[in-house]
DNA sequence: TTGAAAGCGCTAACAA
DNA sequence: TTGTTAGCGCTTTCAA
């Protein structure tokens, strides 16, 4: 490690460099130097001095001074599963298309953690914040407020600040009636036999349990509001709650609707304890998209929300000087068995 | 939105209110109090007027001041992948316990952008940097060199900075000799029935490449350098390379190497315009471990690398002065068919 | 067309 | 035990 440990050139080595004044190369390196009427070879002199020194502008003092940052940020419950993962690679390339630099944090669905984690966002100054999934969105503003960040709920929807979230009616709906529907007419599924796992008390559970009892009224007999099982969100609960009625009724229900990729993992932990034999005539919807879940040995309807469509969405409202505080909503996809569809990853040019 | 848009309190309002120097505040509440022996009873007036203002630091002035930023960076090629993802989820936690800032950013595998990445996170005076599975990791290396910043490659390797990788060539070999062994003695898999489609030209791909010639060349006869398919990281360029097999041959190996589960989508898509049946005798081995890909209808045998394994010893690697720039190598393991492993998830307390 | 100078909020000598 | 002071590197009036 022979490297020059020499410390980065500040606009003050180019000033000396260049004969002109820090003020002048901060104007050429920031690109208000047309603004600032800066004659064409001095700011070319600069340019190339800049250059030749390797001179990068430290975003730390920019934002000290001009008190933005350039930084935003999407905040996630959670990385590890393909909806979060993918809302994040959505995001990263819409952020970098402006020109800014993303930054993906997690928070682990903790109200606490969500507060904590966003306050040390703010400390570092970033202009403008996603918030997705968030157990309780309206801490989060109380946070940002006053600090000037632009912030849009998404998933989730928040009272204070605008949100995007999924049309989790219609897509329960959906979900719900390509289940029912893919049973066959002599052997229809029954009311008591299509049971909703999964999800708690947040909005976009109640509004897919809501669809979910809509179609059951709408299409079969019975009680529509029984059968429904909330765990929470994570494979452990929901392994347990498929344990538990396993052991009450020595069967799982022919219908399942899962409330997320999340709790599908939980009966993933349960598939690895029983054999394939016992799923041979079930049929899964699971709302959120993996590709993976899509090809499973038994019938898997899935529902891909438009994340794209989201942050596009989020992305707008941010623009808006003063975007109304309301929640928009975006349709999302059903996606038969056995179906891979393109994600994010695809508009990435391959290499190799 | 009455809100008071008033600006965030300062040291100097506290020191206004306190009556003490803006030094004596800071000194307080950075934690550096003890060593300047501030009296018990200033620095809990202190601390009771920042609590009562929500005084949060700007921690753009620390970093700009003290050059360092409590900011911790991991580059990850994509986000939307559950190794990468799971990656993500270990290093924030990794982080937060050390008590700093963890941000993550995906270059999409383009050197170019790899750079440009690590020169935006430089210019915001990140503290330490991890890069997973980097293309170009020693390019990423000269742009960090001389800026103070600890390097450690994750996932493919440098020569310029410590590394920790997985033993991808015992993984290869564990794989391969698990898909072998899967056949029946009555019905061996023959040498040229076993492929691995693809990956590309780097140091994994390459000594996955090697324990899988290796095991070929223990337990089977024929030529064992054959039947090798590199396509690159990405479902599409994977798909087409198994249309072109299928075309070719009129059907699939029996024995399939995935070299990734970015791969293994390329798969899927196949899947999705074939029939089930033909998978019915196949048997598939997978670089990266899926929860769902364990449990496709054919078998699926998985290699799970040691994420947090390597994480640790990556962060082991940052807290030494002048780590040796060395290649360490962490374990993988293999994952039977339907199987559903905890993961990072798991670490996060259940909420409801 | 450019320069001088103030200051963003914080830290860390050095004094007192 | 605490205060004074000088910056960190940049932007941005205001003057020239």
Redesign the interface.
């Known amino acids: 490690m022979e ?4 410390k ?1 050139a500040t606009i003050y080595d180019l000033s000396v460099l260049s004969g002109s004044s820090p003020s002048t190369v901060s104007a050429v390196l920031n690109g208000t130097w047309q603004k600032r009427r800066i004659k064409e070879s001095t700011a070319k002199l600069i340019r190339g001095l800049a250059e030749e020194h390797q001179y ?6 920019r ?2 001074r001009s008190s933005r ?1 350039g ?1 935003v940020a999407l905040l996630l419950p ?5 909806y ?3 809302m ?2 959505t995001f ?1 390339a819409h952020v970098r298309g402006r020109g800014q ?6 928070a ?3 109200p606490e953690e969500e507060r904590q984690t966003v ?2 966002l ?4 970033i202009d403008e914040l996603i918030v997705a999934g968030a ?1 309780d969105p309206d801490g989060v503003y109380e946070v940002c ?4 960040i632009k912030l849009v709920n998404i998933d989730l929807p928040g009272t204070k600040a605008p949100s995007v979230i999924s049309d989790n009616y219609q897509g329960g709906r959906l979900l719900t009636e390509a289940i029912v529907r893919h049973f066959n007419a002599d052997d229809p599924l029954q009311a008591d036999d299509l049971y909703l796992f999964g999800g ?2 947040d909005h976009a559970s109640r509004e897919r349990i809501r669809g979910f009892r809509a179609i059951k009224r709408e299409l079969m007999d019975g009680d529509a509001d029984r059968c429904i099982v ?1 765990t ?6 929901a392994q347990t709650a498929f344990e538990q009625f396993y052991e009450r009724e020595g069967r799982l229900p022919r219908g399942l609707f899962v409330n997320s990729s ?1 709790n ?2 939980g009966l ?2 349960f ?2 304890h029983h054999p ?1 034999e016992m799923f041979a005539d079930i049929v899964v919807g699971c709302y959120d998209y ?8 038994f019938p898997v309807i899935m529902i891909r929300q438009d994340v794209d469509g989201m942050i596009t969405k989020a992305f707008d409202l941010m623009s808006e000087s003063r975007p109304a505080i309301r929640t928009h909503v975006v349709q999302p996809e059903l996606v038969p068995p ?3 569809l393109q ?4 508009a ?5």
């Open positions: 490297n020059r440990q020499k980065k990068t502008a430290n975003l730390q003092a934002g000290l940052s930084l959670v990385h590890d599963n393909r979060f993962s993918s994040a690679q990263e630099c993303p930054i993906v944090v997690s682990c669905r903790d306050e040390q703010i400390a570092y100054s157990t407020a006053g600090s000037g708690r008390d909330p929470g969100y994570s494979p452990r609960t999340i599908f993992e993933l932990r598939m690895a394939n993996d590709p993976f879940g899509s090809f499973l040995p056995r179906t891979a994600g994010p990853l695809d990435i040019k391959d290499i190799e």
